[in-house]
């Protein structure tokens, strides 16, 4: 599976972006799908996953209420829209496919991973 994320950029605290993730070369709806972000210096970090066909999703604490994971298996796509944007949520996201039903916090489960978008929230 290749992963290509979008959508990253700059905004102001209290603005809003939305992550694009388009999945090519396998069966998009066998496949739960995450977002982690990672800042330098620090480990990957999870931020949310969607299950297979979309009724199940995880959210880290500090997200819950601003972010909203879902997806679009039509068009082999994933997206987190993130609202309310903080200082603290700067970092290169990444989305993540697993081969099985439901997602995982652990960025060990997830076999393919996307290139990174860089999202710069400045105060």
Do not use: H
């Amino acid at each position: 599976v290749q992963l290509q994320a979008s959508g990253g950029g700059l905004v102001q605290v209290g603005g809003s972006l939305r992550l694009s993730c388009t999945a090519a070369g396998r069966t998009f709806s066998g496949q739960a799908m995450g977002w982690f972000r990672q800042t330098p210096g620090r480990q990957r970090e999870f931020v949310a996953y969607i299950g297979e066909i979309g009724l199940t999703t995880y959210y880290k604490n500090a997200v819950k209420g601003r972010f909203t994971i879902s997806r679009d298996n039509t068009q082999n796509t994933v997206y987190l829209q993130m609202n309310n944007l903080q200082p603290e949520d700067t970092a290169v996201y990444y989305c993540a496919a697993r081969t099985y039903r439901s997602g995982s916090t652990d960025s060990r489960q997830y076999e393919y991973w996307g290139q990174g978008t860089l999202v710069t929230v400045s105060s």
